[in-house]
């Protein structure tokens, strides 16, 4: 197992697990080459601290319309088994 997988899956883990609120946050931006890129983070109380990391980096082949957002951002919570945390 590699180091990524392992602390993808504490993430994940801490994620689900997680009784209160998990904020995420999110930019969309196009680099100078003209790929679109999305990104989320992540922002908990966790035990006695505040946590905020990384959560996913993908390339979005479309424009950054509101359809292409909502669909990459429907398609990284269900790969992370989230799209029951957010309402």
């Known amino acids: ?11 994940i883990k801490v ?3 997680h009784p209160g609120r998990i904020h ?4 969309a931006w196009s680099s100078t080459n003209h790929y679109a890129f999305i990104a989320w983070t ?17 390339e979005v082949p ?7 957002l909502a669909k990459a951002s429907q398609k990284m919570l269900k790969s992370h088994g989230l799209e029951k945390k957010v309402c």
């Open 42 to 58: 992540v922002h908990l109380g966790y035990q006695t601290r505040m946590l905020a990391f990384l959560l996913d980096f993908v």
């Open 62 to 68: 479309e424009s950054h319309t509101g359809v292409a």
């Open 24 to 27: 995420l946050g999110t930019d």
């Open 15 to 17: 994620l689900l697990d």
């Open 1 to 11: 197992m590699t180091a990524y997988t392992k602390c993808h899956q504490h993430i």
